[in-house]
């Protein structure tokens, strides 16, 4: 089975993706449901930041965590390693997700093919943030509008691949 890196991330219209180690939102149900839908039964790699948000990692999940500090993880918890290639040879092969944080991102745009990237559409306030400029080249395959019951919540949901 050939691998795909899946870049997974919701992101308000300015770039924010966190505040003080959560969502900058309220709770999006829908978002949510994808990105556990997506997600469930792969391997998740993550920032240290990340992973410290999370408290105990995602249940039912390969997690693995990209620190300068491995043996601060607890490893029956999740691998530790201190490279996104390090990660991705943990992963082995089909479909891996890298879930967060922006340094992470950052890091691994060369080696992802596929983006799963949900634009709200009102902005929060943020202290962690993440561009989306690299996308010019990527091909659009899937584009959902999503309105809310609360219209703070209303976004956009993306897929993108790349030729590999």
Known sequence: ??????LIVAHGPDGAIGLQGKLPWPTHRED?????????????????KTWDSLKEGLPYRHNIVVTSNPRSIDRSKADAVTSVQEALKAAGRGEIFIIGGAKLFASSLGFCDRFLIT??????????YF???F??????????????????????????????
């Open 119 to 128: 634009e709200m559409k009102s902005r929060f306030a943020g202290d962690v």
């Open 1 to 6: 089975m050939k691998r795909r890196v899946t």
């Open 131 to 133: 561009k989306v400029p």
């Open 135 to 164: 996308l010019s080249d990527k091909t659009l395959v899937a584009r959902e509008e999503w309105e809310d019951s609360d219209p703070r919540l209303n976004c956009t949901f993306f897929e993108y691949h790349t030729a590999r």
């Open 32 to 48: 949510m449901r994808r990105f556990r839908e997506a997600t469930l039964g792969n391997p998740v790699i993550m920032g240290r």
